[in-house]
């Protein structure tokens, strides 16, 4: 129990020091908790990292009144994936309709609390910290795969369905698996609705309430024991609503 509510600053990680107080956020929540693992996870230092990290900015959402780390969220901008050779989830999807889009991107991902913090106000000092970024760098869509824990769709049916049936992107922004899982694994009329929302992690229902969408296909990732959907979010589309609620109540266009 904490003797006060906690006050939350965000920055950009400057230093080692604070990346790799975000990868140890990274290690506790997807190796020590969901099982995940990967050829540069340091186990003896507690740190979850990869090739990748060099190039992205990894942005910290700290609790100011312990220094705790209450979530982490890496950003990698289209000029910085050209440094690095190709965005993190080229790997799993065929990227092409949104790098030919001629629009400013930004591929998030490694979103992760906490588990003192779920629940509070640190995913809306996450989110806000996010827009701010975005409205600085002029980003015009934003994409990352999310993951469902576990590697086997049988089990994720009805969620991984009422994400293809009803939040499939539109032709401009669809992205494709590059291994195919097919999404379609109930028919429409036959979805558990509550179990598909229950079952769906809360990361990718916030995405949908923002008006995002899914790529066509999900990824099983047997290394790091999850099933990914690609997110895509036009900032141009979303609605009045959807951008107050993104921007922390800040209305911002």
Not at 108 to 117: E, N, Q
């Amino acid at each position: 129990m904490q003797d006060c509510p906690p006050e939350f600053s965000v920055k950009i990680a400057e230093t080692d020091a604070e990346l790799r107080a975000a990868q140890a956020l990274r290690y506790d929540v997807f190796v020590r908790e969901l099982g995940g693992g990967g050829a540069l996870v340091d186990h003896d230092a507690g740190l979850e990292r990869d090739r990748f990290d060099p190039f992205f900015d990894h942005m910290l959402v700290i609790d100011d009144t312990t220094g705790t780390v209450a979530g982490v969220y890496r950003l990698l901008r289209d000029d910085q994936a050209a440094e690095a050779g190709q965005f993190y989830s080229e790997d799993e999807y065929d990227l092409t309709v949104l790098r030919s889009s001629g629009r400013k991107l930004l591929e998030l991902g490694r979103s992760c609390l906490h588990a003192d913090y779920r629940g509070g106000m640190a995913m809306f000092h996450l989110w806000s910290g996010l827009a701010d970024y975005v409205e600085t760098h002029g980003i015009e869509v934003l994409f990352g795969v999310a993951s469902f824990h576990g590697t086997d769709p049988a089990a994720l049916a009805n969620p991984l369905a009422m994400l293809h049936h009803n939040h499939l992107a539109p032709p401009g922004l669809r992205v494709r698996s590059k291994s195919f899982q097919s999404m379609n694994l109930v028919a429409a009329d036959d979805l558990n609705r509550k179990r598909a929302m229950v079952e769906t992690p809360a990361l990718i229902k916030a995405y949908l309430r923002l008006g995002g969408y899914v790529g066509d296909g999900a990824y099983v990732d047997q290394s790091f024991n999850t099933t990914d959907v690609c997110l895509i979010l036009d900032t141009a589309q979303m609605n009045d609503r959807q951008r107050r609620i993104y921007s922390g109540g800040k209305g911002r266009k």
